[in-house]
């Protein structure tokens, strides 16, 4: 896997590979089974959760229906803190702010807290391009860094690698980018852990810029907020001169009050902690205390497209707790890199192709990587309806039809590939609409039945490589009923 | 009471054992069963594929082959769950979108009529013991949409609790999907085999010698990868273990 999400094949294709993967299937079953296990016994120590998951899921539509006012209000509460607001409407301009923001400080070196907004942006890379080097400090996405590897999981970007996979990236790459492993590095945790430390605190005490994220941004006041295990990113928020946070711009919540509801459930539902250890929350800037200059990078990068689709929209409810990759059947055995984003999982599903757009032959199979089982909708903090969002999806897939795009209402065409699965569709259902061709075609069918290959081919082959057919039976339901039933209902009648 | 069965089409061409043993458990039940022959598919392929528009006059063709009975009741969870979670969504849509102005009410009228089996059976006739007979351990898969769409709870495990003769062992994961999805089986084979022989594995782990589920597209499934895995696990449907008795052994 190398670090691009450019070009990556349709999702049956890349998570078919995933599926034969036997090492990366163990890792991720492992690590998924456990935290999905922890998390419903955190959950089930709340008895309120139901009224919980239903207030956050009506903070978030309310404040969405209104998103301008709050935004605006946020702006004029970070700019009366001393911060510096800029607007960046898709993925370039943000990387164009924040590598002339680094430019302008003259530091070719910065920091990351753990961003999925800069991830879904490619920032690493545009800095690279103007000469700097972007360090990420939370131990996941540096074990990615270090194996030049993408994020496989929203909370665990390395979820897909066991700790003899990271114990032999560290020894081999970490010099490379700063401190060395140390001699003899064993495969504890404590000791990966402890080789990160020493490698990281390098940075954080050299390092003039950092660039974070934000799980929530209050608008009355202006704060970020960032929560976190590791204590990491907060060592990135206090210490350098310049801090720059990337945000999407529906992670604004109106109100300090409003985080009391989130603050109960993100960490129980990611983490299935209490409460997250490290909760960092800072306002502009304070003279003689942490960062000189704060810049917010407020990003919108297909989110107001996706506000404008009412059923689509309530994607952006999403607080990024990963609950739904971890019970997702699909999830664990295609792998987070199938999904082609940094958004992986159900989530991914429905959120990458409503910002992408379903162009490309990967986005437009994301909404057809799932079962439909609904065990994403079940566990979901904020209840998002995702089933429902996939199917709307996947209506936009084979249809096309209206969709906002750079703010303009626009008709698209249906993705390339479906003709034959629309004809055979509206053929079926022809039959269906037609009873009585049915029954002839059923009648047909029982009396070929001596004739049923084990395996088929065409598009019924997708079936029979994996499963047997049920043997065709002599008598449809139709026909019993007509024979043991039918009469005598007529007479009675 | 005027109850009509909603036999469903993968029931009616590829599993009508199933749609018999419905009529013959409701009529020792008591009950007098119809079979409007007008009906035929809910659309749940077509519409979870995408083709929502496609789905329209499958709606109206079921509210109309209903219309009058008192109860619809159906071997299928998720046909169920597809009436009453998705028509409402499908009528709305054909009225707002001005394609059939009336489909919204037409929709939400076949709503709260449509039972699913077990449904109809604990709720509305409020039986647990069937009186059936199945003399084999069986263990229980809760299928997706009976589970989670429906809430069908503890009800399909009291009706096999009440069977004589019956060892319910449980299954392990039981919760976690089979792989089947409707076309998702077909678009996404590679995932869906391995939740297949996944399921399949925790299924002979057991040692029972039936799988039982509510559902006849989980069961093809499920046991066409049992079949190609070797087993000799039996896949069968709730209804038919219900109609077993010491007499006519489904
Ligand atoms: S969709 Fe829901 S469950 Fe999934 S990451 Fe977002 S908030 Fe968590």
């Avoid at chain 1, 020493?198 to 660039?211: E, I, W």
């Avoid at chain 1, 209490?274 to 800037?285: A, F, K, V």
């Amino acid at each position: 896997m190398s670090g691009t999400y450019l070009g990556m094949p349709a999702f049956p294709t890349a998570a078919a590979s995933a599926t034969r993967d036997g090492q990366l299937r163990a890792n991720l079953t492992h690590a998924t089974h456990t935290i999905r296990d922890k998390r419903a016994r955190a959950v089930a120590e709340l008895p309120d959760w139901a009224l919980l998951r239903e207030a956050g899921a009506a903070i978030k539509d309310r404040t969405l229906r209104h998103l301008d006012g709050y935004l605006e209000r946020l702006e004029a509460a970070v700019t009366a803190a001393g911060g510096q607001v800029h607007w960046a409407e898709d993925a370039e301009a943000a990387n164009r702010i924040v590598t002339d923001l680094v430019l302008a400080t003259g530091e070719r070196e910065v920091v990351k807290v753990k961003s999925m907004a800069t991830q879904e942006i490619g920032l690493n890379a545009a800095l690279e391009r103007a000469g700097v080097r972007a360090y990420e400090t939370d131990l996941a996405e540096l074990i990615v860094q270090l194996g030049d590897d993408l994020p496989s999981h929203i909370l665990v970007p390395a979820i897909h690698r066991n700790r003899t996979e990271i114990r032999d990236i560290f020894r081999e790459r970490m010099a490379e980018w700063g401190r060395a492993a140390p001699e003899g590095l064993s495969d504890r945790p404590a000791d990966l852990a402890e080789a990160a430390r020493l490698h990281l605190r390098q940075k954080f005490l050299d390092a003039k810029v950092a660039v974070s994220g934000a799980n929530f941004m209050v608008a009355e006041t202006g704060t970020m907020v960032v929560v976190e295990s590791e204590g990491n990113g907060r060592m990135c928020l206090t210490l350098p001169e310049t801090l720059i946070s990337v945000v999407g711009i529906e992670k604004v919540v109106p109100s300090w009050r409003d985080l009391e509801v989130f603050l109960q459930l993100l960490p129980r539902s990611s983490t299935a902690e209490r409460m997250n250890p490290y909760t960092s929350m800072w306002t502009g800037t304070t003279d003689d205390d942490g960062p000189r200059a704060f810049h917010l990078v407020l990003l919108d990068n297909g989110r107001t497209d996706t506000l404008a689709d009412t059923v689509g929209r309530q994607a952006l409810r999403c607080i990024r707790c990963s609950a739904c990759l971890n019970v997702c059947p699909v999830y664990e055995r295609a792998g987070g890199h199938a999904y082609g984003s940094a958004y992986p999982g159900p989530i991914g599903a429905i959120l990458t192709p409503q910002l992408r757009g379903v162009g490309s032959e990967l986005d437009a199979s994301l909404p057809y990587a799932s079962s439909l089982c609904g065990a994403c909708y079940e566990v979901c903090p904020v209840a998002i309806d995702i089933p429902e969002v996939l199917v709307h999806l996947r209506e936009r897939v084979v249809e096309g039809g209206e969709v906002t795009r750079n703010g303009r209402r626009v008709r698209i065409r249906p993705a390339r590939g479906h003709a034959a699965e629309r004809a055979a569709m509206r053929a079926a259902r022809w039959t269906l609409d037609h009873p009585g061709v049915l029954r002839a075609g059923q009648r047909l069918a029982g009396r070929m039945r001596g004739l049923q290959p084990r395996r088929l081919p065409g598009p019924g082959r997708a079936w029979t490589a994996s499963r047997d057919l049920p043997p065709l039976p002599a008598e449809p339901f139709r026909e019993w009923w007509r024979r043991t039933r039918g009469e005598q209902r007529e007479a009675g009648r | 009471m005027r109850v009509a069965l909603f036999v469903t089409c993968v029931n009616d061409t590829l599993f009508p054992r199933t749609g018999q043993a419905v009529v013959t458990l409701l009529e020792r039940l008591g009950v007098t069963v119809d079979f409007p022959e007008e009906q035929s598919c809910c659309g749940q392929a077509q519409f979870n594929t995408g083709y929502r528009r496609e789905t329209e006059p499958l709606v109206r063709r079921f509210a109309r082959a209903f219309h009058g009975y008192d109860h619809i009741v159906t071997p299928s969870g998720s046909c169920a769950a597809m009436v009453r979670d998705n028509y409402p969504r499908i009528g709305a849509r054909a009225s707002a979108e001005g394609r059939d102005r009336g489909l919204a009410s037409v929709a939400a009228s076949v709503v709260p009529r449509t039972y699913e089996l077990t449904e109809f059976l604990v709720d509305v006739l409020g039986v647990t013991d069937v009186g059936a007979y199945y003399p084999h351990a069986v263990t229980y898969h809760p299928t997706c949409h009976g589970l989670r769409m429906l809430g069908l709870g503890e009800r399909p495990r009291r009706l096999l609790s009440a069977v004589r003769g019956l060892d319910l062992v449980d299954l392990p994961g039981a919760e976690e999907c089979c792989g089947f999805g409707g076309t998702f089986a077909m678009k996404n084979e590679a995932v869906s085999a391995a939740m297949g022989a996944d399921k399949a594995r925790h299924i002979e782990g057991t040692g029972a010698a039936a799988v039982c589920t509510v559902d006849n597209s989980c069961q093809m499934h499920i046991g066409g990868t049992l079949s190609r895995l070797g087993s000799s696990v039996r896949p069968v449907h709730l209804a038919e273990i219900l109609a077993s008795t010491e007499d006519e052994q489904w």
